[in-house]
């Protein structure tokens, strides 16, 4: 089963910042947060993941909170082009591959125009 | 230019026939992955291959065989007994340390 919980759903303005919530309640201490996005009948796309500290690439930043049991994905400026599901998964990263990425539903994200 | 290929894009099959979804990649990974996705769900985990020549079950691997000979290579194999096989199959690979890599998927179809 999927260690995360996501609306099922979010609506956003274009170029709006669009901010979809995550919760994982039991993350251990080595799990990473990582999140991605898939677009009508294509294969997912990796956007970031972090430990404990907020990270930003170029697509988004992800903001996790101080006890990391819940987690932010922003899309600074949200374009009709971001409207995909998005997933977000948590992972041990190690010589252990024994926990793989496990996808629950994600949120379904409509940019408005 | 490195990458993860499937293919084919669309398969159709019939009912009581077995049909080999092949991905391939280039990135030098030692784990690859197949999901099945249905609908309006996520995506759930076949199979997985952590090296070469071994393989675990994932949550949903009745009805599907894989092979991993070489580490480039990891086909799924939707045999006779899987009930429902129409889906989108989707294969991924990573290293112990990053993210996992996904190719554009096959979609199946049972006619």
């Known amino acids: 089963d999927a260690k995360t919980t996501q609306p099922p759903s979010m609506d956003c303005a274009e170029g709006r910042a669009a901010n979809l919530p995550c919760n994982h309640s039991?993350?251990?201490?080595?799990?990473?947060v990582y999140w991605y996005r898939q677009i009508h009948s294509q294969g997912p796309q990796y956007i970031i993941h972090?430990?404990?500290n907020n990270e930003t690439n170029e697509m988004a930043s992800l903001i996790i909170t101080e006890d990391r049991k819940s987690s932010t994905l922003i899309l600074p400026h949200a374009t009709l082009r971001d409207t995909a599901v998005y997933y977000c998964?948590?992972?041990?990263?190690?010589?252990?591959?024994?926990?793989?990425?496990?996808f629950g539903p994600g949120t379904r994200l409509s940019v408005l125009p | 230019d490195g990458g993860i290929t499937q293919s084919p894009k669309y398969l159709f099959r019939k009912e009581g026939q077995n049909v080999t979804l092949s991905c391939e990649q280039n990135?030098?990974?030692?784990?690859m992955y197949w999901y099945r996705q249905d609908p309006g769900q996520g995506l759930r985990l076949i199979y997985y291959?952590?090296?070469?020549?071994?393989?675990q079950k994932g949550d949903i691997a009745e009805g599907y065989s894989v092979s991993r000979e070489k580490k480039e290579s990891f086909p799924l194999t939707v045999t006779s007994a899987q009930k429902n096989p129409t889906a989108f199959y989707l294969c991924?690979?990573?290293?112990?340390?990053?993210?996992?890599?996904f190719g554009q998927g096959t979609r199946l179809t049972v006619v």
């Open positions: 972090g430990l404990k």
């Open positions: 991924a690979s990573s290293t112990w340390n990053t993210e996992a890599f």
């Open positions: 291959s952590q090296i070469v020549n071994d393989f």
């Open positions: 039991t993350i251990s201490g080595n799990e990473y």
């Open positions: 998964i948590v992972r041990v990263e190690g010589d252990n591959y024994g926990q793989n990425f496990v």
């Open positions: 990135l030098n990974h030692d784990a």
